[in-house]
């Protein structure tokens, strides 16, 4: 018991250190005015500058849309298409894109209609794909609520147009717009994903910024997977690294993404989503995430056996090794901390960390037990690899 106890905070403080030292170039490299590299520093001059096609879906309406659609259109890019696709007309997201495209020659909407085998935004992808011209050689997908960068689009498919890869991803950094927890732990949740994306052997394509070689797209038949699964980003990677095709993360290529007034419900059906897909996508992947999972706890183990220390409950050196796992676990906190432009202070960064390791495994064990998900009103029944077997719309 003793040896397992002291096994588990060891492996407990590895973990977050480990994720914090693989990933951190990467992270920074998307900081703004930082030094880009070779791929980023490519420049696109218009007669070397394949035709790209942005496919954006969408729905509601935020207080940042109009901004990060005017920003998706702001690219330095000088040969791209951006086609923005709702479900229909009356959606409160329709409006907002009228008044956005209303002076670009290289914007249009369309409306997809309702999906019935798919999960909504795969329907609108594959809409706005069949939308694209048959010139088009470089496909990207994002998304509808991150701020671009005006190099965003350039450094995206940098890779690609050098022939150095064919398929890349960005990823995005949260800009809190508050200290509220929900609004900070959820910083913390997407900085480990964040993280994570530049370990090369772990990473994996996000939908809100990937691009690909059309051909490859096409030659792996990505329309038709995507046309009977609930999830675009996870189910491409896992097709596509089955046959031997891996993601390059582009660092630069890293959106930011203003939240304020974040709930607890809102995180936790966000972060259940991520583990949700992962589950149904790479069902291997996702049961060896339990051991991940415990060594999650080893924060509040290490605080029990303080408390029982200090009360007599507990042998000596459990309460050692528990004062020594906090103190050490603090310091890898402040390490996460420098990887944020923001000023928060300590004593809402540390609990804001603690929240996103129990908000991760009280995610990791609601994906046990089910195979249902919930996502914009529409519930999805899915059975392994991501197909979707019944839609549920509410009345």
Same mark, same amino acid.
């Given at each position: 018991?003793?040896?397992?106890?002291?096994?588990? %905070?060891?492996?407990?403080?590895?973990?977050?250190?480990?994720?914090?030292?693989?990933?951190?170039?990467?992270?920074?490299?998307?900081?703004?005015?930082?030094?880009?590299?070779?791929? *980023?520093?490519t420049r696109n001059p218009s007669h070397c500058?394949?035709?790209?096609?942005?496919?954006?879906?969408?729905?509601?309406?935020?207080?940042?849309?109009?901004?990060?659609?005017?920003?998706?259109?702001?690219?330095? +890019?000088?040969?791209?298409?951006?086609?923005?696709?709702?479900?229909?007309?009356?959606?409160?997201?329709?409006?907002?894109?009228?008044? !956005?495209?209303?002076?670009?020659?290289?914007?249009?909407?369309?409306?997809?209609?309702?999906?019935?085998?798919?999960?909504?935004?795969?329907?609108?992808? %594959?809409?706005?794909?069949?939308?694209?011209?048959?010139?088009? =050689?470089?496909?990207?997908?994002?998304?509808?609520?991150?701020?671009?960068?005006?190099?965003?689009?350039?450094?995206?498919?940098?890779?690609? !147009?050098?022939?150095?890869?064919?398929?890349?991803?960005?990823?995005?950094? /949260?800009?809190?717009?508050?200290?509220?927890?929900?609004?900070?732990?959820? %910083?913390?949740? !997407?900085?480990?994903?964040?993280?994570?994306?530049?370990?090369?052997?772990?990473?994996?394509?996000?939908?809100?910024?990937? *691009?690909?070689?059309?051909?490859?797209? =096409?030659?792996?038949?990505?329309?038709?997977?995507?046309?009977?699964?609930?999830?675009?980003?996870?189910?491409?990677?896992?097709?596509?690294?089955?046959?031997?095709?891996?993601?390059?993360?582009?660092?630069?290529?890293?959106? %930011?993404?203003?939240?304020?007034?974040?709930?607890?419900?809102?995180? +936790?059906?966000?972060?259940?989503?991520?583990?949700?897909?992962?589950?149904?996508?790479?069902?291997?992947?996702?049961?060896?995430?339990?051991? /991940?999972?415990?060594?999650?706890?080893?924060?509040?183990?290490?605080?029990?056996a303080c408390a029982a220390g200090i009360m007599?409950? *507990?042998?000596? +050196?459990?309460?050692?090794?528990?004062?020594?796992?906090?103190?050490?676990?603090?310091?890898?906190?402040?390490?996460?901390?420098?990887?944020?432009?923001?000023?928060?202070?300590? &004593?809402?960064?540390?609990? *804001?960390?603690?929240?996103?390791?129990?908000?991760?495994?009280?995610?990791?064990?609601?994906? &046990?037990?089910?195979?249902?998900?919930?996502?914009?009103?529409?519930?999805?029944?899915?059975?392994?690899?991501?197909?979707?077997?019944?839609?549920?719309?509410?009345?």
């Amino acid at each position: 018991m003793g040896i397992f106890f002291l096994l588990s %905070l060891t492996l407990g403080l590895l973990l977050p250190y480990g994720i914090y030292f693989l990933g951190k170039a990467h992270v920074r490299g998307g900081f703004a005015g930082q030094v880009r590299s070779t791929d *980023a520093a490519t420049r696109n001059p218009s007669h070397c500058a394949p035709s790209v096609g942005v496919i954006i879906p969408l729905t509601g309406n935020t207080p940042v849309m109009k901004a990060c659609l005017e920003s998706l259109l702001d690219q330095s +890019y000088p040969n791209y298409e951006a086609i923005f696709v709702t479900c229909n007309s009356n959606d409160p997201a329709v409006q907002i894109v009228s008044r !956005v495209i209303q002076t670009k020659r290289n914007a249009r909407h369309i409306v997809s209609g309702a999906a019935s085998r798919c999960s909504q935004k795969n329907h609108n992808l %594959l809409a706005g794909l069949a939308a694209l011209d048959s010139s088009i =050689e470089i496909l990207v997908f994002c998304d509808s609520t991150h701020w671009a960068p005006q190099r965003f689009l350039a450094d995206l498919v940098s890779p690609i !147009v050098s022939g150095k890869a064919v398929m890349t991803t960005g990823f995005h950094r /949260v800009v809190p717009g508050d200290c509220r927890l929900p609004t900070l732990g959820m %910083l913390v949740s !997407v900085m480990a994903i964040h993280l994570m994306q530049g370990i090369e052997s772990i990473t994996q394509p996000w939908g809100g910024a990937t *691009a690909i070689s059309r051909r490859i797209f =096409e030659e792996n038949r990505i329309s038709a997977l995507w046309g009977a699964n609930l999830v675009d980003d996870v189910s491409m990677g896992t097709r596509l690294a089955k046959a031997g095709i891996r993601v390059r993360p582009v660092s630069s290529a890293c959106l %930011l993404t203003p939240i304020g007034g974040v709930t607890f419900r809102a995180w +936790y059906g966000w972060l259940k989503r991520q583990l949700f897909f992962l589950k149904v996508c790479q069902p291997a992947t996702w049961a060896a995430s339990a051991i /991940v999972a415990h060594l999650l706890c080893a924060p509040f183990l290490a605080g029990l056996a303080c408390a029982a220390g200090i009360m007599g409950f *507990a042998p000596k +050196y459990m309460t050692v090794a528990g004062c020594a796992f906090l103190a050490a676990f603090l310091a890898i906190s402040m390490k996460w901390r420098t990887l944020i432009h923001e000023d928060i202070p300590i &004593w809402r960064w540390i609990p *804001a960390v603690l929240a996103a390791n129990f908000m991760a495994v009280l995610c990791y064990a609601g994906t &046990w037990f089910s195979n249902l998900l919930s996502w914009r009103g529409i519930s999805y029944r899915v059975t392994w690899g991501g197909k979707v077997k019944e839609i549920i719309r509410k009345s």
